[in-house]
């Protein structure tokens, strides 16, 4: 009886002790619970100019949002010139209907550079993300979400 | 390990106090209830508090120096005051899909009303009605609240029961670019009414098979008004 209970104590150490590098995989898969709303800004959004443009992907401009350090990257193509800013995002929620928010958005490009907009979110629980309006000195343009 | 020998033990010793309390308190206030035959009772002119009680039933509290007669203040038998815990399995449709979970609560029984403080947990397996995981990837709901429940009919082992819950729920909805996050979205206060027929199996394990309703009241939303159905497994 001790015998067994010397072998099994030891092999369950061994075994814990080999797992000890496979730890760390696991712990990723735990998740964590956060109390603020999600950030919905992510990928890229474009804006075209009619729909022939939009399913040949030429798209007049492009925001493309990364959420993890919450920067974007702006990129403008007109007549033949293109603009390229990058910069970070803020943003707050006026109303949060899980598929439709709205709010406004702030983008800093640095050298002073600061664009407030007002957005408008669009999104389907079945296709995702549709479309981000943003609004600005009452003109508004729509991008649409773009793979 | 010692410490949670300790800590096991202190705990077994502190409900069974409480068990002790209530139950204690409960024959305290029955005032010499008789165990008499009424017929055994002697009439002559001096009635003891247990003879009063063995002719009324044990209805009658009786005071020989205040020749004070009082109907009623008596219960005719000690309260079964008692402690509970319940488990649950439950599902329910919501957004179309069924989700499912458990609950565990625990409280006071007081003859037939029981008291108990719940904590639930569903999960759904379509978040937000579609398992594209485009927008959302994940969805749970969780609530912890008040449940007060009656039994309201008993024939046998046969019972009906009937209940109300209320509590704070939350909504944990996961997006698709948050890293394993949940975040918490909709939450307020829900009112779930509950009916039920159950089975006494033996002494206090009561199975039961029941449908409730509910309905997030404050602030309204309506994705979580549903029915649902729950066995009560212990």
Known sequence: MKKLAIVFFSLLVL????????????VGLIPSFEDKLPNIFEGTYASFESDYDMQEGIYTERFVFVPTDNSVTYRSVADGNSISKEGKYSYSYSSFQITDCNGY????????DIEVFSF????????????????QNNTSTIYYYWD | MNKLKYILLFGILLM??????A????????????????ADVKLDGVLTAEEANALTNNRMSYD??????TFGLIPPRDLDIHFTTHIYVETAMIHGFPALGGTFDIGIGVDTVTISLYARFLHFFRPMGSDTGNLYVAEEMSEVGLSFKVRAYELGRFNVNLGINTGWYQQWLMHYASNNTYNMVNNGVMLRPEASIGWNWLGR????????YQTPLYPAYEGYQAWGVFVKIA
Request: glycine share 6%; charged share 10%.
């Open chain 1, 15 to 26: 075994v814990l002790l080999a797992s000890c590098d496979q730890v760390n995989n696991l």
């Open chain 2, 205 to 212: 394990w009561n199975m039961e098979l029941g449908f409730f």
């Open chain 1, 105 to 112: 958005l702030t983008i800093d490009y640095g050298d002073g």
């Open chain 2, 16 to 21: 069974s106090c409480l068990q002790l309390f």
């Open chain 1, 120 to 135: 408008l979110y669009h999104a389907t629980a079945l296709e995702g993300p549709v479309s981000l309006t943003l609004s």
């Open chain 2, 23 to 38: 139950a204690g308190n409960a024959s305290a206030s029955s005032n010499a209830a008789s165990t008499m035959n009424p």
């Open chain 2, 64 to 69: 020989p120096e205040n020749y004070d007669y």
